[in-house]
């Protein structure tokens, strides 16, 4: 099987669809496969491999220009623009109530930046990867002869309280799993790393914050680490170290990419337009509606709507239902469905139907107790997939 991925990967032109159907059954992790895989299929590689160095060197070049552009301090003084720290002040200060302010924009970033910093510490609770340290810190961010400043600097300095300026849904639209949050970390709780070094939820930070810099209509929502931290992982444990040492930049543009097809997810306004969320739940309704109505006709009898689960499965890709290895497992299917996140709608239809009978038996209570934190029996995706694609092939 490795072989086989291999072989299509190292033609000179990867026929698409035929990398689709394979990644489709689940991608090998050995060699960095899954990583490449990834890459094209979320369209930050392309088809023809001649073109992968010069792609590769430009976008990791541009990444290191937002590192530069977006994560300083104003009023730090900038020799390599040639400015001093007075010349700064005298054109801009911190009181200044002009909306082009750098000193209003850094203050504006900051609330972002609280948001974000409070939702990675969260990420994968259960799982060490995100609290150790990086093999590839920052170089331009952590080298103490430059006068760059940290996020981690910035959330330390602030005063401002994070909960003021939380952009997550409301109501019943629960974002975070309560199985997943119960161990979240406090910045007090971590251990502080010595100099020099940075973890791994500290790069995924920079990565979401400079997102939100760049995509101000949408800027960061809650839930977006739950997206992005998958593919760090992936990316940051390449057996291949050539490529795991560019792991941010890569993950930063493959995650921008994803971000472009389901963005719609997130932006509240649309939620009840045809592209928005609510659309797409009521379509995992219809479907369970046509394959087992009996079960459709017992959460309508007990008004348990799809908002109450489905929300939080359709727009986190199911990232927090299910442990990490199980997320990147069902991801592979994902990322190679050529209608883009259709087979997710099949996925979550399927997801109720292998549990009909406890469904059939529960009461409301422990109905919105199963859907909330879904059981999963040895901790197998495989039965929930091959079900997806039966409900996919039936078609």
Not at 3 to 30: M, T
Not at 337 to 357: Q, T, W
């Amino acid at each position: 099987r490795i072989a086989e991925f291999q072989s299509i990967v190292s033609e000179p032109l990867i026929k698409l669809p035929v990398l689709r159907e394979l990644c489709f059954n689940g991608i090998p992790f050995e060699a960095g496969i899954r990583c490449l895989c990834w890459k094209i299929l979320l369209n930050y590689l392309p088809t023809d491999r001649v073109l992968w160095d010069s792609v590769l060197k430009k976008q990791r070049e541009t990444y290191a220009h937002f590192l530069k552009e977006m994560i300083i301090q104003p009023g730090i003084a900038k020799a390599n623009h040639g400015l001093s720290r007075e010349d700064v002040t005298l054109e801009d200060h911190p009181l200044n109530p002009n909306p082009d302010s750098r000193w209003n924009t850094y203050f504006k970033d900051n609330e972002v930046l609280l948001q974000i910093d409070k939702d990675v510490r969260r990420l994968c609770p259960d799982f060490s990867f995100f609290l150790n340290p990086t093999d590839y810190p920052c170089q331009l961010i952590m080298d103490p002869e430059n006068e760059y400043e940290t996020l981690r600097k910035r959330v330390e300095q602030t005063t401002l309280k994070s909960q003021t300026v939380a952009r997550n849904r409301s109501g019943l639209t629960n974002v975070s799993s309560p199985m997943k949050t119960s161990a979240s970390h406090s910045l007090s709780d971590l251990e502080p790393l010595p100099s020099g070094c940075e973890a791994h939820w500290e790069v995924v930070e920079r990565i979401l914050f400079i997102y939100a810099k760049l995509n101000p209509g949408i800027a960061y929502v809650q839930g977006m680490n739950e997206i992005v931290g998958p593919i760090y992982y992936t990316f940051a444990t390449n057996p291949n170290s050539t490529w795991k040492e560019h792991a941010e930049a890569d993950t930063f543009f493959c995650f921008t990419n994803l971000m472009a097809e389901i963005r719609d997810n997130f932006i509240k306004s649309l939620d009840d337009s045809q592209c928005g969320i609510t659309a797409k739940m009521e379509r995992v309704y219809s479907m369970l509606k046509e394959e087992d109505e009996e079960l459709y006709l017992k959460l309508q009898e007990q008004n348990i709507k799809p908002q109450f689960f489905a929300f939080r499965w359709l727009t986190l890709l199911l990232s927090q239902e299910f442990v990490l290895p199980d997320v990147i497992r069902i991801w592979d299917s994902l990322f190679a469905d050529e209608n883009r996140f259709d087979f997710l709608l099949k996925v979550s239809c399927a997801m109720l139907i292998l549990i009909r009978d406890q469904l059939l038996e529960g009461d409301f209570t422990v109905n919105m107790r199963l859907l909330q934190d879904y059981p999963l029996s040895d901790g197998d995706v495989l039965p929930i997939l091959k079900k997806a694609k039966e409900l996919q092939d039936s078609k």
